[in-house]
C-alpha cells in the first residue's frame, strides 16, 4: 500500500493508502474542516526525517537536555528555548527547533 503525504491548510498527514481518493478520504475523516492544498506519493514505503534537516547533529542528548529545558519552564515554549541557549550554546532557530520538536512529542 502507497504512503502519502497529505499537505492541509493546517496539517501535515502521513498515511497509508489503496490510492488518492482513499488518501482524501482519511484526510476528510480526521480532519473535514481542513483544504488539502498538496498531496504526493512517496516513492517508497517509509517516511524518514532527516536529523541534518532539523539541526540535530551534535552528540550530546540534545532532546534529553531539551525536555529537561522544558520541565524547568514548566511547558513555558519562551522561556526554555532561552534556557536551552543558554545550556547548549545554540542558536535561536535551532533552539526553537529542538524545543518545538521535543513538544511535539509530548516531552
Do not use: F, Q
Not at 45 to 73: F, H, P, Q, Y
Request: charged share 30%; glycine share 6%.
Amino acid at each position: 500500500m502507497p504512503l502519502y503525504e497529505i499537505e492541509t491548510d493546517s496539517h501535515i498527514i502521513i498515511t497509508w493508502a489503496s490510492d488518492e481518493p482513499a488518501a482524501r478520504e482519511v484526510v476528510k475523516e480526521a480532519y473535514s474542516e481542513d483544504a488539502v492544498i498538496r498531496m504526493t506519493k512517496r516513492p517508497r514505503d517509509t517516511w524518514v526525517i532527516s536529523k541534518g534537516v532539523l539541526g540535530l547533529t551534535s552528540r550530546m542528548d540534545i532532546c534529553g537536555v531539551a525536555r529537561e529545558c522544558l520541565s524547568k519552564s514548566s511547558g513555558d515554549k519562551l522561556h526554555a528555548i532561552r534556557l536551552y541557549m543558554h545550556e547548549t550554546g545554540s542558536d535561536l532557530e535551532k533552539a526553537r527547533k529542538v524545543i518545538e520538536s521535543n513538544m511535539v512529542m509530548g516531552w
